[in-house]
């Protein structure tokens, strides 16, 4: 083997192995809402277990962006901090009782909602459960597929005909 065969060589397992052990997912940094990656997936996991079966992938995304949007642009400092306890507390819990929410199923999940917020409705777990279930009802409701497939909405408020006999 020749030095230029050896070099590419070496090029070539050095790129395989770095691409191999990088992580490409990325997601959306706020301002006044730290996350961390495990942070927001479950956050997203708790949004589809709210809202299951929504429309498309596109929705989701939208709708877990309007969700945290409203947190980080609207929300005050204490509230802020609040949900952010709210959630490492509920993450805190759910690995000292060794539950993986993306394994739980979708009663599963609504057993672990009803428990958390009839527990303490005061605590800090029940604020960032409570926070998410209205954000996302927020979102559906006043999103544009919900007026038009559930309250049959019609968006332009009269239609023009403008060819129409005259008696």
Do not use: H
């Not at 954000?135 to 005909?161: A, H, I, M, R």
Request: proline share 3%.
């Amino acid at each position: 083997m020749n030095r230029r065969e050896a070099i590419y060589l070496s090029l070539v397992i050095g790129s395989t192995s770095l691409i191999t052990s990088c992580d490409f997912e990325s997601f959306p940094v706020y301002s006044n809402l730290p996350l961390d990656k495990q942070q927001f997936n479950l956050i997203r996991n708790i949004q589809n277990s709210i809202l299951p079966n929504a429309f498309d992938e596109n929705f989701n995304q939208r709708l877990l962006n309007y969700g945290l949007l409203r947190i980080n642009d609207c929300y005050e400092k204490i509230e802020i901090e609040k949900f952010l306890k709210g959630l490492s507390e509920f993450q805190s819990n759910l690995s000292k009782e060794g539950i993986s929410f993306d394994k739980l199923s979708q009663e599963e999940r609504i057993k672990v909602f009803e428990f958390v917020t009839g527990e303490n409705p005061e605590s800090s777990e029940s604020f960032f459960l409570l926070q998410l279930k209205n954000l996302v009802l927020e979102f559906f409701t006043l999103s544009e597929k919900f007026q038009t497939k559930y309250l049959d909405y019609n968006f332009v408020p009269g239609f023009y005909n403008g060819c129409q006999n005259i008696n």
